[in-house]
């Protein structure tokens, strides 16, 4: 693996002295001919996902459960607040998203998985920041808005991300099929579903599905391990999933549409058994984009800032097993395949800078858990 064998010089320095130039420059593998230039920021444990807030500073989730809080150059960090996560496996503290009246509410939307009645689920929280300059960042009166269901054994395809509508009344929260496939058409679970709720964590009123006796709060089913979520500027949903043995997709979301998993997907079982693939007249939802072999798909945004001019409107993708940054070209509602950069480790998050840099977070394990800055060459 000729990128780790780049990286590991760069991680075992930074783990000696945080402050050193393993972190302060670029030792990105790929850094000559990318189309931007790559600056490592900071250095994380496992991170997951992260958001800005409006003074520039960033909230980062880490794996084993703590809220970071940091400063945009990466030099401060201070914990926020910490949470009961079950992170065996592939669960953790997830997504973190501010909510749209956070400059009045001070509200942030937050997921993580927890064990519970039944085995293990992710579960929706909010809380209510308060970071005054002078005292000590703190989230409060955290409280649980919403959890799967039903709960069940196992480590893996918790999903949990959180988009806001863009009328700002509606909270879009995926589940993951939590690797047990047949959830994913089950109209009573929410696995394997994209939902839409209030703000308050309740099933919005008018779901498309609760009249033919789904549960209330499900907006599309048939979906694997939903780890993307994002609008454009023209109100389409766009969302990515994790596929099977090959198979990974990029989709719109449709209000009561069956996306098709396990019955048809363009991967296979792990053990060998095929899947239909996705077919016209088949009479599910298929994907605009799909790949195999696959990129891994982690994390997911509508790009609209002024830096790269020439992206605007399109999604960008984390790449986790590809250890790539993938952009997918946006033409209205379709969607096509446009570049994959090689980055040199697993990337779990992309993320949208208030000037328009583009920031990464690396998934950390083989990787260092670095978040890097994109900026224009």
């Not at 089950?186 to 209030?198: H, M, N, W, Y």
Request: negative net charge; charged residues 20%.
């Amino acid at each position: 693996m000729p990128s780790l064998r780049v990286l590991l010089p760069a991680a075992l320095l930074a783990a000696c002295n945080p402050q050193s130039d393993a972190v302060a420059q670029d030792k990105t593998p790929a850094a000559a001919g990318l189309p931007f230039k790559v600056t490592p920021v900071a250095d994380f444990d496992a991170p997951w996902a992260m958001t800005f807030l409006p003074d520039g500073r960033l909230l980062v989730t880490e794996k084993a459960g703590t809220l970071l809080l940091v400063s945009p150059d990466g030099q401060k960090r201070q914990t926020v607040a910490t949470f009961p996560v079950d992170s065996a496996g592939q669960g953790g503290l997830m997504d973190v998203v501010l909510a749209p009246d956070f400059a009045s509410s001070k509200h942030v939307y937050l997921s993580y998985s927890a064990a519970g009645e039944g085995g293990k689920g992710v579960v929706l929280v909010r809380g209510e920041l308060a970071s005054d300059r002078g005292a000590q960042p703190t989230l409060l009166g955290i409280t649980e808005l919403f959890r799967a269901t039903p709960f069940v054994s196992g480590n893996g395809h918790y999903s949990g991300r959180i988009a806001f509508s863009p009328d700002s009344k509606y909270l879009f929260f995926t589940n993951g099929e939590r690797q047990k496939f047949d959830p994913a058409q089950d109209p009573k679970a929410t696995l394997g579903k994209v939902l839409r709720l209030t703000l308050e964590g309740k099933p919005a009123p008018g779901n498309p599905l609760a009249a033919k006796g789904f549960h209330p709060a499900i907006w599309s089913y048939g979906h694997r391990n939903l780890l993307g979520i994002a609008f454009d500027s023209a109100g389409n949903l766009w969302e990515q999933e994790m596929g099977p043995k090959g198979g990974d997709e990029v989709n719109l979301i449709l209000p009561g549409r069956n996306y098709g998993y396990p019955k048809v997907s363009n991967g296979d079982h792990y053990d060998g058994r095929d899947i239909p693939d996705h077919r016209p007249g088949d009479g599910f939802e298929a994907p605009k984009v799909w790949w195999n072999p696959v990129i891994s798909p982690g994390g997911l945004i509508v790009y609209s800032g002024k830096m790269f001019p020439q992206w605007q409107g399109d999604l960008f993708i984390g790449g986790l097993s590809s250890q790539s940054l993938v952009r997918i070209d946006v033409d209205g509602t379709n969607a096509r395949k446009g570049d994959q950069w090689p980055m040199g480790a697993r990337i779990r998050e992309v993320e949208q800078g208030p000037d328009g840099a583009i920031w990464l977070l690396e998934d950390g394990g083989d990787s260092q858990g670095r978040l890097l800055k994109l900026t224009a060459n």
